[in-house]
């Protein structure tokens, strides 16, 4: 019944920037910390940012520092990764995920999205 719905994919010239929102449902929102993973074809699911329940801690994977930011709104049930300065290797399947715990594992998460796709065309 758990759902998160990932949108606001799509396709964007590097330099530019699009922000990706995820919907959820089905759980108490304000309970989970919130994470973006993304996979990029051919390589295995990595962290891109997580978020605590109350939005005071996050976390950030090294490649996206000062592009991407990640921010949560618990009224809305919502969670949004930001991206700035979007670079080609910043083509992925972006995914949303939640966890009972402050994590960046994959192991860590107990529900996922079935992604957006961003592309990054140079």
């Known amino acids: 019944q758990v759902q998160l719905v990932e949108s606001g994919g799509g396709l964007v010239q590097a330099g530019g920037s699009l922000r990706l929102s995820c919907a959820a449902s089905?759980?108490?929102?304000?309970?989970?910390?919130m994470g973006w993973f993304r996979q990029r074809a051919g390589k295995e699911r990595e962290i891109v940012a997580a978020i605590n329940w109350s939005g005071g801690s996050t976390d950030y994977t090294d490649s996206v520092k000062g592009r991407f930011t990640i921010s949560r709104d618990n009224a809305k049930n919502t969670v949004y990764l930001q991206m700035n300065s979007l670079k080609p290797e910043d083509t992925a399947v972006y995914i949303c995920a939640a966890a009972l715990t402050r994590t960046t594992e994959v192991v860590g998460y107990d529900y996922w999205g079935q992604g957006t796709q961003v592309t990054v065309s140079s």
């Open positions: 089905g759980l108490t929102f304000r309970l989970y910390t």
